[in-house]
C-alpha cells in the first residue's frame, strides 16, 4: 500500500496519464496528484463539509474549542438543522440552539435551520459542483453523488478533525459499475431499482465506489438519480457516483450553482477505466419492489407481499419525501381515500419541497385524501420525531432504511417501497401493487 | 493498549448488527453514559449488564452497518469492550473505532468462538487465542497509520499533539 501525504492543492486541470474511473479522479485532484491507485491511502482537502443537528456543533464545539483551532474555512461548511426539528422537549430544543449559537459565533454563513433535510439542501441551493470532494457528517451523504461529487459520509470524529484542518484521509476505492439499462415499466422508479440492487449486490460493499451509468441513468431527472447515490449507503459504499450530464448542468444552473460545460468531460470515467466489476440491471424487467423487515436487502417484487396489512404509511425522507415524490404519492391518491384504520403521514423532505407542492396544487390532493403533514425534517425516519410506531405495528415507508428499532418500538415492522407503493398501500390498508391503482385509473379515463 | 495481552470474555452476535442495534435512536439524546446501557438491547436486553471491561465482542459480516452515528463505537468503548472482531465492517463504523481508539479487527473463523469463551488478543503479535478451546488464530494487522493513531489515544489525540493543545480533549 503506497502512502501519499501531501499538502499541495491544485485547481488546474491536470492530464491524466493512465486510464482512471470518476472516483480516482476526483481523489487525484483533492490530493494533488496527478494520479492514485485503488489502495493508496491519500490525503485529500476537504472542498464542502456539511453537518446537522444531530452530527455537528453539538459534537464539535468543544473540541474545537479544546484545539483552539476553530473552522478552518467557515465558507466552505453547510451546517442543516434537520433531525431534532422543530424541538419537541427540552433536550431536542437545547441541541438546535447549540447548533444555531454555533453557527453564528464561528461565522457559519451556510446555516440552514429547519429549511429540510441536508441531503436535499445540498443541490436545492446550489452547494453541489461535479468534481467536489465533500464530507459529511451523516451516511447519506452520498446523495451528493448524483451530481458527480466524490461525497462520503463521516462520524462525529473525523468530522471534527475535518472541521478544524479541513483534511482527511480516504483509501481510493475500488468502482463497481451499475448500468442500468431498458425502460422502466410504470410505476418503476429509482426507488425500486436500488431496492433489487440491496438485495442482489447486498449490503457489504464496505468501502468501494459505486457508478451508476446507462440508459435508464441518462433518462432520470436529478432528483432519481439521487435516490441510487443516496441508498448508495445501504450497498455499503463510500460513494456513489453517477457521472454529470447535461441534466446535471441543467438543475445546478436553475438553482444557483456554478457549473462549466467542460465538467461533462472531465468528470467521467475513462472508456478503459479499471472497474472492479461491471453489472446491468435491466430496469425494463423490474417490478416495483418492497423490502421486508429489517433490511433494504430482503427486498422482492410488491407481488409477492401484496396483501400484509399496515397500521401507518410513511412518505418522508431525503431518499422519499422530495417533489417529484410527492407528485408519485399524488398521481395515486388524487380522488382516493386512506383507508379506515390506517394513517398516511407525508413529511416534504424541505421547505421549498412544501412551497412548490402547495403552489402546484399536490398538497391539497395529499390532503384531500387523508394525509397527515408532519415538519420537514428526518423525523420518524431517524426515530427522533413525530410519527413513530408502537410495539407490533406494520409501516410501510418510502424511507430508505428499516433497520430494528429504528423508526420506534424495537418490535414495530418497517417495510420499504416508492412513493407509488406506500400511497397505493394507504389507499387499501394493505401492502398493494400501485400498478394495479393507476391501471384501474387509466381504464376509468 | 500495544503490546500487552488482555484478556476478556467473548459475546457472540451474527451478521448485520447495524447502528440502530448498537445506538437506538430512542435513547440518542441520553448522555454517553446514557445510552450505553442500551447498546445492543435490541437483538441482548443483558448485554449492558453483563458486559465488563476487557470483554470482546465476535460477530459476523457487516459489523456496523447504518447510520454514521459515532455512538455506536462509543458505546462499546464505554462498556469497556477492548475490541471488536468481525468477518467484515461496514466503513463508517470501521473509521469510527479507530478514531476513538477501539481497535476493529477482520475475524473469519466462523464458529471459532462462542460466547461466554476466555479469549486473549494480543494487538501487538496479531494473534487472539481462544484460552477455552486452546486455539489460536492470527489476525491480520491493520494498516500502519491506523495503527499509529489507534497508539497515538485516537484521531483528537493525535489533532491534539499537532495543534499543540493543552487541556484534555474528550
Ligand atoms: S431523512 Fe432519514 S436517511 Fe435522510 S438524513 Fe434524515 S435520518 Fe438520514
Known sequence: MRIVVTDARSEEIRTVPKPATLAQKILARAAGQSHVTPGDIVTVRVDLAMAHDSSGPRRWQARLEALGTGLWDPSRVVIVSDHYVPAVDAESAAILKTTRDFARDYGVKHFYDMRGICHVILPEHGHLRPGLFIAGGDSHTTNAGAFGCYAAGFGATDMTAIAATGETWTTVPHTIRVNIEGKPGGCVTSKDMMLALCRELGMGNHFKAIEFGGAAVRAMDMEARTVLANMTAELGGEVGLVEPDETTLAHIRAHGGTADDTDITRWRSDHDAPYERVLTLDAAALAPQVAAPHSPANSADVTVHAGVAIDQAYIGACVGAKLSDLHMAAAVLRGRSVADGVRLLVAPASAKVTDAAARDGTLAILTGAGAVMLPSGCGACAGLGAGLLAEGEVCLSSTNRNFKGRMGHKDAEVWLGSPFTVAASAVTGKITDPRSLLAERSRAA | ?170
Do not use: W
Not at chain 2, 441482548?44 to 463505537?73: C, K, M
Not at chain 2, 477501539?102 to 473463523?109: G, N, R, T
Open chain 2, 1 to 170: 493498549m500495544s503490546g500487552a495481552t488482555q484478556t476478556g470474555r467473548a459475546f457472540v452476535y451474527g451478521d448485520g448488527i447495524d447502528t440502530d442495534v448498537l445506538a437506538p435512536g430512542h435513547a440518542m439524546k441520553l448522555g454517553p453514559d446514557g445510552l450505553a446501557r442500551h447498546c445492543l438491547e435490541a437483538i441482548d436486553p443483558e448485554f449492558a449488564s453483563n458486559v465488563r471491561p476487557g470483554d470482546l465482542v465476535f460477530a459476523g459480516a457487516d459489523f456496523g452497518i447504518g447510520s454514521s452515528r459515532e455512538q455506536a463505537a462509543i458505546s462499546l468503548k464505554k462498556l469497556g469492550v477492548a475490541a471488536v472482531f468481525a468477518r467484515s465492517f461496514a466503513r463508517i463504523f470501521y473509521r469510527n473505532a479507530i478514531n476513538i481508539g477501539l481497535p476493529a479487527l477482520i475475524f473469519p473463523h466462523d464458529g471459532a468462538v462462542s460466547a461466554g469463551d476466555r479469549i486473549s488478543l494480543d494487538l501487538a503479535a496479531g494473534r487472539v487465542t481462544n484460552i477455552t478451546t486452546g486455539k489460536a488464530y492470527p489476525v491480520s494487522p491493520m494498516p500502519e497509520h491506523l495503527r499509529n493513531m489507534i497508539e497515538a489515544g485516537g484521531l483528537m489525540e493525535s489533532l491534539k499533539a499537532r495543534f499543540g493543545a493543552r487541556e484534555a480533549v474528550s
